[in-house]
Structures are given as structure tokens and as C-alpha cells.
């Protein structure tokens, strides 16, 4: 049977920060020092994402370097909300094109309620953006809140500056499941969050912790863009992923040395490989599964998430063997 790869295999991974903040929000460095320090950490990807202000950066594009035009948008809940207390619900929005005709919110409610969150989610995809939920713990959100937004095309399963705070986002992996369990179809981001109120060589400094690696046949904003569309990325704190595929009725993952590897699916059958040092492994694959995702951890506990895979829509359902 026919090899198909789930992470495609041509072109290249391109690693990416998906959510920082600059001072034109409440962050600390300008955009363009936030694309140095993260180009010289073997960045290509970048979304400036700062708080209710859309602002495009493409003047900063390099060669090996390309800017996301996005900006993260706020619904808190109560008339005077204190954020430490308040639930709420953050989305990141990304252009699909570099300059969009205009900013989502505008003229829109952003009162915490799930009409207007769905509301924006809708604007925003007629508009030409896509839409990712972030930071569901830290946000404080249960399934009461977060099972009624519909149409994001990924959520935050990592956050690196909820972790660098002190571990809020630790559960996010959770949320996701519950998100499959209940229909929603979703791919995973891990990002940083960053807004560099701590020096970049502080215990708690909130950069290069999260990234997003997306397979993309070429660093240009249509090929990210198509990739992010397809779900062709994964999300990580750490540990890479070379190769994802399906073939002879398994899961195939391979990866550079790594401590576990998880295979998780949409029944309560689990597979783990443990050891020193793993490269990869295959899972056998039955029809009972339902969607298939894995999970790699490193030597330092860090870990790398795949979206969930579908038989039959992202594979034949005749890759799935018997019992």
C-alpha cells in the first residue's frame, strides 16, 4: 500500500512564532528588533500579533525571513473586567494576504459571549483571515465557553509565556482533546506570547520556548498561508519531527533522538515508546481509532504535538488494518 505523508515531505520546515507582542502593544521591543532576535535564533516565521492593532510589518522581510501580518483580539468578561480575575477569550487573527482591507473588529461587539466571539470568527473569515484560540487556561475557559466558538482552524496547546508566568498553560493538550471529543476540528499552535518584560537571558524570560514548525514548499506569504489553511505544521516546545506518514496499515513518525513517543487516538487505546535514543516509530493503525495524533518528547520532558489526523478525510480509511 501506497506511502502518504501527513507532514509533506517536499520543500521545507519552517520554524515560526505565531504570537508575540511589540510596544505598539504592551510589549517591550519594537517589530523590528522582535525579527532580529528571532531570525537570529534560526527563525524564519514571524506574527506580530499586538493587542486590538493590526499592523502590517512586511518592510521588514528578509530573504530568509518573512513577517505575518496578524493582531490578537480581546473579549473580557463584566463591565469593568480586572483581567486577573475575569474570564475572557483571546484570538489571534492572521491575514491570508500581507495587507488587508481592513481590521475585523471594527463595529463589532467584543463582549464576552460566545454570538460575539463566533461573530468575529465569521467577520474575520469573510475577510480573508484565519482565526487560532489562545491560551485556554490561562484564559480561564471550560467546555461551557470554549465548546461554543466555531471556526477556528487551530487552537494554542502551548504557550511559552504562560509557562515563563508560572505554568498556565500546562493543560492545554486537555483542552484539545475535549475540543476532538466534541466534533470541533482543529490543528495545534505552539507559540511564545512574548512581550520581553524580562531580559532574553532571564529564568523567566518569555521567548523561544513555543514555536510552530510549518512544511511549506517556499518561505513566501502564499505558501505559509496555504500550509497553515491545510494544517501542514506542527506544534512544539522543543522536540522536531522530520516525517509523519501512514503506510503498510501504521503510523510513522521519525524524528531526530528523542526520549517518547506517544501515539494517542480518539479511543482509549494509548501506545508509548520509551528509551535512549529513539528516532522514530510505527504504530499499527485500526478502525476503532477514530483520529490518530502523536506526541514526542525530549530528554528535558519538553514535548511536540501533531494536530489529529482523520481516516477518510486526511488518509483512505483502508490504511487502518484490523484488530
Known amino acids: 500500500m501506497a506511502r ?13 512564532n505565531l504570537h508575540c507582542h511589540s510596544h505598539l ?31 502590517e510589518h512586511s518592510d521588514l522581510n528578509r530573504e530568509d525571513f518573512l513577517m505575518l501580518t496578524g493582531y490578537e483580539v480581546d473579549f ?19 491575514s491570508k494576504t500581507p495587507t488587508p482591507s481592513g481590521q475585523p473588529d471594527e463595529g463589532l461587539s467584543r463582549a464576552y459571549t460566545p454570538d460575539s466571539v463566533n461573530a468575529m470568527i465569521r467577520k474575520a473569515g469573510a475577510m480573508g483571515f484565519l482565526a487560532c484560540y489562545n491560551h485556554p487556561q490561562w484564559s480561564m475557559e471550560t467546555q461551557e465557553e470554549y465548546g461554543k466558538y ?3 482552524f487551530a487552537m494554542e496547546v502551548r504557550n511559552y509565556g504562560c509557562t515563563a508566568d508560572g505554568g498556565q498553560d500546562s493543560n492545554n493538550i486537555l483542552v484539545y482533546e475535549d475540543m476532538l471529543r466534541h466534533g470541533k476540528r482543529l490543528a495545534v499552535v505552539a507559540s511564545d506570547d512574548n512581550h520581553n518584560h524580562h531580559p532574553l537571558d532571564h529564568p523567566n524570560s518569555d521567548s523561544f520556548g ?33 516525517a509523519l506518514y501512514v503506510e503498510d496499515g501504521e503510523l510513522v ?28 516509530a510505527r504504530f499499527p493503525l485500526l478502525p476503532q481509532d477514530g483520529y490518530v495524533r502523536i506526541e514526542v518528547a525530549d ?7 501533531t494536530r489529529a489526523y482523520f481516516p477518510g478525510k486526511d488518509f483512505p480509511k483502508a490504511f487502518c488494518g484490523g484488530e
Open 76 to 94: 473580557l468578561s463584566g463591565e469593568k473586567p480586572d483581567w486577573m480575575q475575569c474570564r475572557c477569550c483571546h484570538l489571534n487573527l492572521y
Open 150 to 152: 466555531e471556526g477556528c
Open 4 to 16: 502518504i505523508d501527513l507532514l509533506p515531505s517536499g520543500g521545507c520546515q519552517y520554524k515560526a
Open 210 to 242: 513555543g514555536f510552530t514548525m510549518i512544511a511549506a514548499p517556499s518561505l513566501s506569504y502564499p505558501a505559509v498561508i496555504a500550509a497553515l489553511e491545510k494544517g501542514d505544521f506542527y506544534a512544539s516546545g522543543g522536540p522536531l519531527i522530520t
Open 25 to 55: 502593544s504592551d510589549g517591550e521591543f519594537s517589530p523590528e528588533k522582535l525579527r532580529d532576535i528571532y531570525r537570529e535564533k534560526g527563525y524564519s516565521v514571524l506574527a506580530v500579533t499586538d493587542h486590538n492593532r493590526l499592523v
Open 253 to 280: 513518525v521519525e524524528c531526530p533522538p528523542c526520549r517518547e513517543i506517544i501515539f494517542a487516538c480518539e479511543s482509549r487505546r494509548a501506545l508509548r515508546v520509551a528509551g535512549e535514543p529513539l528516532t522514530g
Open 299 to 305: 530528554e528535558k520532558g519538553e514535548r511536540a504535538f
